[in-house]
């Protein structure tokens, strides 16, 4: 009996620190950091919080795939064209009681040459993070652009 309940413990355990209040801060921490790397113009630095493999459907549409692909899109674009700061506002963060996974929902604004210009177009986004040893990092994220104004409304979506 005693080793039943032992298992029962540890089973418990896992189960309940897997989708703890402790890894929903992780992550709201983490897409802080990558906001401010962002804003800063320190992709490298925002590049860190992707998997090697992550995903990335852009907001009109585009995809990404790799690491790099999701640190280039984010580099200014050549003068005269306006650089834009994205930014991603967490609403809700639901991580997994089973496996080291979660799913990530809110808004997503981007600024007008810096994070205190005007947000000339936005959406919502959502995002899978996959933790890996103590780090939380994105698998997967998919943008919708929904609003816009001025330079924001310029580009194409997707067909």
């Not at 998997?51 to 790799?66: F, I, M």
């Not at 609403?91 to 604004?109: C, D, M, Q």
Request: glycine share 8%.
């Amino acid at each position: 009996m005693n080793a039943i309940t032992s298992v029962l413990f540890i089973v418990l355990t896992v189960t309940l620190t897997a989708g703890s209040p402790a890894d929903q801060q992780a992550i709201r921490v983490a897409r802080t950091v990558q906001n401010r790397a962002i804003a800063s113009g320190d992709l490298d630095r925002a590049a860190t919080f992707w998997t090697e493999d992550v995903t990335v459907r852009r907001a009109l549409g585009q995809p990404l795939s790799g690491r790099e692909a999701a640190r280039t899109a984010l580099e200014p674009p050549p003068a005269p064209a306006p650089r834009l700061i994205y930014q991603r506002l967490t609403k809700e963060i639901e991580v997994s009681p089973r496996w080291p996974l979660a799913f990530e929902t809110g808004t997503w604004e981007g600024h007008l040459a810096t994070l205190a210009g005007p947000v000339v177009i936005g959406g919502r986004y959502s995002a899978q993070w996959v933790k890996r040893g103590d780090q939380w990092l994105i698998r997967s994220e998919v943008f919708v652009a929904l609003t816009c104004s001025g330079v924001g409304c310029e580009a194409a979506a997707v067909p």
